[in-house]
């Protein structure tokens, strides 16, 4: 009967950390993360949902003669933007699953 005990306990717990997770991706999906390429030149903004908020180009780097420099730019900026939501998520989720000794990245 301890096993019965044991079990239900855990289901508890399983229960508990599912809350908290939606709780944390419902958290992370408004945190916004910002990101620049070139200096400053180009920024980015992004959702936790990894969705393109805002994008600010300076008017410095607007040369129609080197638009593919401007479009790097703008790649570079995003890409950096959601590498910072995707780790934000990650250390969060590591702070969440910590006690539970679940390896990083299988939740």
Do not use: Y
């Amino acid at each position: 009967m301890k096993n019965v005990g044991n079990i239900a306990k855990l289901m508890k717990q399983a229960g508990q950390m599912q809350a908290k997770m939606q709780e944390l991706q419902e958290e992370m999906a408004e945190r916004k993360f910002e990101a620049s390429s070139g200096g400053g030149a180009v920024t980015a903004v992004v959702s936790g949902r990894h969705e393109v908020i805002s994008l600010k180009i300076s008017p410095e780097v607007v040369d129609p003669s080197d638009i593919a420099m401007l479009e790097d730019l703008v790649v570079a900026a995003v890409n950096a933007a959601r590498q910072q939501a995707e780790q934000g998520m990650r250390e969060e989720m590591e702070k969440l699953t910590g006690d539970l000794g679940i390896p990083p990245g299988l939740m």
